[in-house]
């Protein structure tokens, strides 16, 4: 029996799926970037192998798979065996389910970055309030300099997440 293997390439996008969260009385729809760097990306295709010598019958796919290049996602691919309708005919199919998540490291740096910038923070907020609220202190030029280059500091560490989306980009 030969037993050919045809390669199939074809390039497909991604569905970003958005949820909807009850925020009061009124429901705002959320994309993955809102859930970043916990967003989770999906595709799924049926694939049907038509038999060329009958019109109406399929041949049997063993497995699909996704080829191709990730940067800090871990993905992981289901096979389905299903059904389709071909030409009024219900056929053989195979369904292939693509999810993507962000690797753990990818995450736990994110997160490490965002508690340093809330622990660069901090002290700016107390360094102000102590500045604003004791008339007997006086202010150096140390002090200003210091909350400066924490703000300064906070917007370069922002850049350092891990594919992350762009300032002002979706607001």
């Known amino acids: 029996m030969d037993i050919s293997t045809t390669e199939f390439?074809?390039?497909h996008a991604l569905d970003i799926y958005s949820i909807g969260l009850r925020i009061g009385k009124t429901t705002r729809s959320f994309d993955q970037v809102y859930f970043y760097p916990f967003d989770i990306f999906y595709m799924g295709m049926n694939f049907v192998a038509i038999n060329p010598n009958t019109t109406n019958s399929s041949l049997p796919i063993l497995a699909i798979g996704f080829s191709g290049y990730t940067n800090?996602?871990?993905?992981s691919v289901e096979n389905l065996k299903t059904t389709t309708m071909f030409n009024g005919t219900v056929v053989?199919?195979?369904y292939a389910a693509?999810?993507?998540t962000r690797t753990t490291i990818a995450k736990v740096f994110v997160l490490f970055i965002f508690s340093v910038n809330w622990a660069l923070t901090l002290p700016v907020v107390t360094i102000t309030i102590i500045a604003?609220?004791?008339k007997r202190l006086?202010?150096?030029d140390g002090i200003v300099v210091l909350p400066i280059t924490v703000i300064l500091t906070i917007t370069s560490l922002r850049?350092?997440?891990v594919?992350?989306?762009r300032f002002g980009e979706f607001y």
Do not use: C, D
Not at 72 to 75: E, G, Y
């Open 92 to 94: 053989q199919s195979q």
């Open 132 to 134: 604003l609220s004791s």
């Open 9 to 11: 390439q074809k390039t």
């Open 72 to 75: 800090n996602f871990v993905p």
């Open 163 to 165: 594919e992350s989306p």
């Open 138 to 140: 006086p202010i150096t």
């Open 98 to 100: 693509l999810r993507l």
């Open 159 to 161: 850049t350092l997440f």
